[in-house]
């Protein structure tokens, strides 16, 4: 485990944290005056390793060759010049710092990061992270890369962390994440009577990671049509899928593979396959060359050994593994059919060398006619 502390004054500003994957909706911004939770687990941190935040370059400052050498293969509104390596942990795991009171302001009802870090060492006043819970976004701590270190804790050696638990470890430990959640307005609280300040809906984590996957399937398709299993994994890909692909050619068959999954099929040329929650590893059958597409574990988890629908407590929580069938009833499904992430599908596209193939960059620009059809 680790701890960072101020590059200035070598301040302690963090708990001990080990290191996990960075989540696919890190930099997701989901609905309207929605109020998302913590990004991180407690305990947790992640590394963006590319650059992200202020300043921004517009795509018409950037030459084509420039944007490649980035990865990047299309235009985007902008591109990031911050310094990579930026470090996300939970709010609650910071200490020692103090809120810098002229750039405490944010786009809507709390903080971002439109004004760069946002909050200072408390020892000697050097900015070191930008706090984030604005409405829509995911309420993080991003410390500065230039203005920490990391340190190991108990006498670690530099870079050693908590041993990654195996594939079949996460299969008989790992938990899903359900596909729809109840989703708080700004300034509502959960509890007792509180339950119409919450709306059900699909969750934003499952709209992150179709965004993502929705892009690599299309990519994995080469311009034929692809077909996936059928239920949820169906009902989160069909639609757009159908949509964004021709009819006419022999269907490329997209299926389920992974831990504790039977070995695919050797005709399937597409494999949704979880990552590793800690190490972000794709998981990889053994001498497949088949095109991998990446789904975070507990999206995964659920589609490929699906779970029963979690029940709505009737008041207030319910202790952790207590579910009352006579009381209370299952979570209602969302009222809208699935729509993917329209921002990570678009950001993982355009990092895609395949985007540059004429059928798939129309697909990626008449990404606003795709929006207001409701397939994102």
């Known amino acids: 485990m680790f701890v960072f502390v101020c590059a200035g004054c070598g301040a302690e500003l963090t708990n ?58 299309a235009p985007v509104y902008a591109l990031s010049d911050g310094a990579p390596g930026a470090t996300v942990i939970a709010p609650g795991d910071a200490h020692g710092t103090v809120l810098i009171p002229e750039r405490a302001g944010g786009y809507c009802c709390g903080l971002d990061e439109a004004a760069g870090p946002n ?104 311009g034929r049509p692809v077909t996936v299993p059928d239920g949820l994994t169906a009902e989160v890909f069909g639609r757009a899928l159908d949509a964004m692909l021709p ?26 396959v979880p990552t590793h929650p800690q190490t972000g590893e794709v998981w990889a059958p053994a001498g497949d060359a088949a095109y991998r597409v990446p789904l975070p574990f507990g999206v995964w988890r659920w589609l490929a050994f699906p779970e029963p629908d979690p029940p709505v407590p009737t008041s207030g929580g319910l202790p952790d593994g207590v579910l009352r069938d006579d009381f209370d009833p299952p979570a209602p499904h969302p009222r809208h059919l699935f729509r993917a992430d329209p921002e990570i599908f678009r950001q993982t596209l355009v990092r895609l060398p395949d985007v540059r193939s004429p059928w798939l960059r129309d697909i990626l620009d008449n990404l606003t006619q795709y929006m207001r059809a409701g397939y994102f």
């Open 16 to 73: 001990p944290v080990s290191q996990v994957a960075l989540p696919v909706h890190a930099h997701q911004k989901y609905g309207n005056g929605t109020q998302l939770p913590v990004l991180m687990e407690p305990g947790t941190f992640a590394v963006e390793p590319e650059p992200w935040g202020p300043p921004w370059r517009t795509w018409e400052k950037i030459h084509p060759d420039e944007a490649a050498a980035r990865g990047v293969y």
């Open 247 to 272: 009819a006419g050619p022999p269907p490329r068959p997209a299926v389920l593979a992974g831990p504790g999954r039977p070995a695919p099929d050797g005709d399937a040329g597409i494999l949704l």
């Open 119 to 222: 909050v200072a060492c408390a020892a000697c006043a050097l900015p070191v992270a930008s706090r984030i819970d604005d409405c829509s976004l995911w309420q993080a701590m991003w410390l500065a890369p230039s203005a920490v270190r990391r340190l190991p804790v108990d006498g670690t050696d530099v870079g050693a962390d908590v041993e990654p638990l195996s594939w079949a470890q996460l299969i008989a430990e790992g938990k899903g994440t359900p596909p729809f959640e109840p989703i708080a307005a700004w300034g509502s609280r959960l509890g007792a009577g509180r339950w119409s300040n919450h709306r059900w809906s699909w969750s934003p984590r499952w709209e992150a990671a179709a965004g993502r996957a929705l892009a690599h399937l299309l990519a994995a398709s080469e």
